[in-house]
């Protein structure tokens, strides 16, 4: 049965037990998002990439967005650009979305592809929850965050990231809005470990 969009923010992972959901923001960005695909794939990990449209239009955007896709990842609609909605009007707020939705797809060469999530920039959520439920896109909760937006040191990164994987729920980390070369290792640094100890890494509730 197909998952039914709800205002609520989804916090929960698939699965029970040692299980972790992987939440990617700000993306795609170059090298970095080269770099954490290359890694996912290696381990054979699913995300969700929640993806901005200037990033997508940037050189090598859609390469990077179809290649995503390509390996299995989920797409999330995290609007055109970095811009706080907190108090934007709902029109002004659909306007992005679908905008957002349109780079998505062209950039795919596939008018119908999938976006089942969104996440508001900066965790401001304004009415864009409401806006995505009405659009049939999950609000995906801005969960377990490691602050990479603040330094890229790797030790201190995998140290927060340690304890952000929480059993059943979702973490985030970013491969764009700057140089995230270190979140990128830290984060392969932690799954590795987080594998090892036999974690399992899904996706959030409301992903196919």
Not at 162 to 188: I, M
Request: charged content about 25%; overall charge negative; glycine content about 10%.
């Amino acid at each position: 049965m197909a998952h039914v969009p709800t205002i609520a923010p989804v916090v929960a992972a698939k699965g029970e037990g040692l299980v972790c959901a992987l939440t990617v923001d700000d993306g795609p960005n170059g090298r970095d998002t080269e770099t954490l695909l290359d890694g996912l794939k290696e381990r054979g990990i699913r995300a969700v990439f929640a993806v901005i449209g200037e990033q997508i239009e940037a050189p090598g955007g859609a390469y990077l967005l179809r290649r995503a896709v390509a390996e299995g990842h989920v797409l999330c609609n995290h609007s055109t650009s970095f811009a706080d909605m907190g108090d934007w009007s709902p029109e002004a707020v659909r306007e992005d979305m679908l905008r957002n939705l349109t780079i998505i797809r062209e950039a795919l060469g596939d008018p119908k592809a999938p976006v089942p999530f969104w996440r508001a920039p900066n965790g401001s959520w304004g009415v864009t929850a409401e806006v995505a439920v009405e659009l049939g896109m999950q609000p995906l909760a801005v969960a377990n965050v490691i602050e990479d937006w603040l330094e890229q040191d790797v030790d201190v990164l995998a140290e927060r990231l340690r304890r952000a994987t929480t059993p059943g729920e979702l973490v985030l980390v970013h491969d764009g809005g700057g140089d995230r070369a270190g979140t990128v290792a830290a984060t392969l640094r932690v799954v590795d470990e987080r594998l090892a100890a036999g974690w399992a890494f899904t996706l959030p509730i409301g992903a196919e």
